[in-house]
């Protein structure tokens, strides 16, 4: 049964000491652990966005972190491009199991300059590039093989050529206003602190579980 | 680098041909499939809410799926608790890394029967129940001693004795309207095959990826 599947986290503890109103400096930390640490899919994270009162969630790979955030890419046109067009306020959840850790963020989308967003595709292996150009993200399509095709035409238009960025293809940058960071414990007992800002500075604070 | 973190997926696919306008029956499957082949923590799913236009997320644990939706169970007084009593309309989102797959489900979120909670309460292990007596969810608490004390009381005042269910403390079922499946493809060609109802019934149509 569903309810018999349960963890007494008991890995880690995050305690108050040592941290330094630093809330990024920590994130890279947990980052660079979970990623030494052969965590699948370190850099996976689910970002939620608003539509019209209803959320929206889905996950993205976190690409680049900065001291203003965090850096993903995607289709400017996607229903994500859409909706944070709209409403730019996201969160993001990372949850690396293996660690018992969630680092959950609130802030602001913004775009990223579409210099730093081509450094970024020129990067990409050839086959990413192509399907970012052969698919037009979120639409419905009639069938794989529809799809196929449409990979196939760029595949002919671009043989032999480098594949330009699409227009509507870029990052963003999510910068943050809260984070909290999360540490399963036993008898779910976890340990939460949750770092805000209070005048332009980081200041953080401890939750109960 | 992170940008250099990438998968090229390409364990399984996700065709038309046998799908049977019910989503909540392919999901079982997939979330069974997740379990046999030792997922770390498959019932783990990302929920988002909304609070005055931003967006609010945190992982939940999935303790039972019926034919009517997604059941959590949480402290009615938490953050999210509040959140979905001000608006119910919520997301989940599940990632199986291993599986290359996730689901990405929008739903109304409603009680569950007391009964029912208390129902499940009983089969938790007494020092989760201990936990969800000493914790105040979500409030700001001065230290983990302080944390720590709360738990020693709860645990002298029930003493050889059971512990009941706190009347803030319950589940929620989430009755979904939406429900994506997406495979992880090769260059980023995903599957996604998104089931809606339509006057009552459930259809789906293939997304661009």
Not at 18 to 31: K, Y
Not at 146 to 154: D, G, N, W
Not at 158 to 176: A, L, N, Q, R, S
Request: proline content about 4%.
């Amino acid at each position: 049964m569903l309810r018999d599947i349960r963890n007494n986290y008991q890995k880690y503890k995050l305690e108050e000491k040592g941290l330094d109103n630093s809330p990024l400096s920590l994130f890279d930390e947990w980052l660079n652990q979970a990623i030494s640490e052969k965590v699948v899919e370190p850099t996976v994270m689910v970002l939620s966005t608003v539509q019209q009162g209803f959320p929206d969630s889905r996950v993205v790979l976190l690409k680049e972190l900065t001291a203003e955030g965090f850096v993903f890419f995607t289709n400017y046109r996607s229903k994500k491009g859409e909706q944070i067009q709209n409403n730019s306020n996201v969160s993001l959840n990372f949850f690396w199991a293996e660690m018992e850790r969630q680092v959950r963020v609130k802030g602001i989308a913004e775009k990223i300059d579409s210099v730093q967003s081509e450094d970024y595709f020129k990067t990409r292996p050839r086959d990413s590039q192509m399907g970012a150009c052969a698919s037009n993200q979120s639409m419905e399509v009639d069938s794989r093989e529809k799809l196929e095709r449409q990979f196939e035409v760029c595949e002919k238009k671009f043989d032999g050529k480098t594949i330009p960025m699409p227009e509507h293809w870029g990052g963003y940058i999510v910068k943050p206003f809260e984070i909290e960071f999360w540490q399963g414990r036993s008898s779910r007992m976890h340990d939460r602190i949750l770092f805000f800002q209070d005048e332009g500075k980081w200041r953080f604070k401890r939750l109960q579980p």
